[in-house]
């Protein structure tokens, strides 16, 4: 069938407005937002579906026709996960972005993929409900690229990720079939867990079009500390002593003096000032229970050389401050020409132990490396500031990049804890995955997608 054909019979199922099919038009789905020299491809197609039926309706004609389609939701993933590998059809879902129900007795809502995580959160915070999942993207990533790529972020310390929060999933699978993974009720364990298979799946084992998501009470108030140290170590001590005297803060995040820096120069916030390693922490639950957590909290960086302490006094001290932290990312792309956004984990025990190797790893193959991550769960974002498109630096980046894994794994760690595996962590996987591991993996996607249709050479 010639390419013609399938757009005629996409705008068929999709309706005109909704089918791309000029090569300028479709050049934009080729990406997404880590560009590292990968071989991309222009998709032939890009649809824009507005309900399930239709969704269907294209997985069943491109499963007939052998065509890969690639899911796509903002395109903000930093690992290549919605480029396409192989032309074909790119599914875009910035028309599937309604907020079904949201269910105030069973503490749930349904979702369609394309709704922003942000507007999500702010729809049910209105109504004194709370989805805590915060990639620091959440105001422009969307539900079903969080839920494929099980996104988490400064939060997920004391609440978890989107993975904690899914209950049910609407998916499209290969073979056409609309399925429910699971049920809306809280607790479900009749049979294996396919809504988990589906968390974290990057889009290779079906497509989602409905999501069914847990919710918890907002907490009545937030406060956020700031606790600047000049010795690292020392920060990473008054972080494992807040851990082991059970506090617990729903955010605690490590700035290192670099990022401190950069962020700061971009911002011009007046609130980070230079130190060697800057701790965010935000606490929340009852007024009272918050001002004895800061109270402590504020004790054991006493106990650990804290340089300085700052309290947010209000809530635009506090937007201030997460502004600035959410900006991190576009705060290092001013530094030069491309930015690597790293994403590794270790034992938070290890934490100092892995930040001074990747600063040894900076000073080895010359490149600015600003560390920051969510100390608490031990999971670290180096971002690599450089210029890929010298030769030269794009191999030492290459070397650092593994030596740097390799040392994570070495620790107990891992090379992913949030951003997943795309193509820029496909071929690390062995790090971390023995060939059983491997081979069982394989075998999932085989039996979800026996003509390796959905984002085809992602993951494995
Ligand atoms: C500045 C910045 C900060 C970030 N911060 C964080 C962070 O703190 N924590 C974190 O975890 N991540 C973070 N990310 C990474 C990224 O934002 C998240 O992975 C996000 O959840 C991706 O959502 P998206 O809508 O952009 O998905 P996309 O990038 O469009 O897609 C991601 C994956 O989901 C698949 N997909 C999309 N929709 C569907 C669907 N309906 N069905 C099946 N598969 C689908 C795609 O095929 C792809 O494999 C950050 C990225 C940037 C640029």
New binding site residues.
């Given amino acids: 069938m010639t390419n013609s054909m399938v757009v005629k019979k996409f705008e068929k199922i999709v309706g005109k407005d909704n089918v791309l099919s000029e090569r300028e038009d479709c050049y934009p789905y080729s990406f ?2 880590v560009e590292q020299g990968q071989d991309v491809r222009v998709p032939d197609i890009v649809v824009l579906p507005e309900n399930k039926l239709q969704v269907q309706e294209i997985v069943r004609f491109a499963a007939q026709q052998n065509i890969p389609i ?9 690992v290549g ?2 480029i396409p590998s192989r032309n074909g059809i790119v599914m875009h ?1 910035s028309k599937m972005k309604s907020i079904i129900e949201i269910d105030e007795n069973n503490l749930n809502c349904t979702v369609q ?1 394309g709704v922003i995580v942000g507007d999500l959160q702010k729809e049910v915070e209105s109504r004194g409900l709370f989805f805590p999942p915060d ?3 959440l105001a422009v ?2 539900i ?3 839920i ?2 099980s ?3 400064s939060r997920h310390f004391k609440y978890g990720g989107t993975r904690d929060y899914v209950i049910d999933l609407e998916v499209v699978t290969a073979d056409g079939e609309i399925i429910h993974t699971s049920s809306k009720t809280q607790k479900n364990v009749a049979g294996y867990n396919l809504t988990q298979l589906f968390v974290g799946s ?2 290779t084992l079906g ?2 079009t409905e999501a069914t998501l847990k919710l918890i009470p907002k907490p009545d108030v937030r406060r956020i500390l700031l606790a600047f140290f000049d010795d690292l170590k020392d920060s990473a001590r008054a972080v494992e002593a807040i851990i082991r005297h059970r506090l617990r803060p729903c955010v605690i995040d490590l700035l290192d003096e670099k990022t401190i820096e950069t962020i700061e120069d971009f911002s011009h916030s007046g609130i980070f000032r230079s130190a060697e390693a800057c701790l965010i922490i935000e606490v929340d639950g009852t007024e009272i229970d918050v001002a004895d957590q800061i109270q402590k909290i504020n004790n054991v960086c006493g106990d650990y050389n804290v340089s300085e302490i700052k309290i947010a006094q209000n809530q635009e001290e506090s937007d201030k401050i997460w502004f600035a932290r959410r900006q991190a ?1 576009s705060a290092v792309t001013r530094l030069n020409f491309d930015v690597v956004a790293e994403d590794l984990v270790v034992p938070p025990s290890k934490l100092v132990e892995m930040v001074r190797k990747i600063q040894e790893i900076s000073r080895k193959y010359d490149i600015n490396i600003a560390i920051m991550g969510h100390s608490g769960d031990g999971n670290l974002h180096p971002h690599f500031s450089l210029d890929l498109r010298d030769e030269e630096q794009k191999h030492r980046y290459q070397l650092a990049e593994l030596e740097m894994l390799d040392y994570a794994a070495t620790l107990g760690g891992t090379i992913t804890g ?3 595996v795309g193509v820029v962590k496909k071929p690390h996987m062995t790090l971390v995955n023995d060939e059983s591991n491997l081979k069982f993996m394989r075998m999932i996607k085989q039996v979800f997608d026996p003509k390796n249709i959905f ?1 085809p050479e ?1 993951i494995l």
Avoid: L
Wanted: charged share 15%; hydrophobic share 30%; proline share 5%.
């Fill in positions: 997404d937002v690639v899911a796509r939701g903002a395109g903000t993933n930093q996960s919605c879902f993929p990639p620091s993207s990533s969307t079903g690229g969080a494929a790529q996104a988490s972020g990057e889009g497509i989602i990312f949030e951003h997943g984002n992602k």
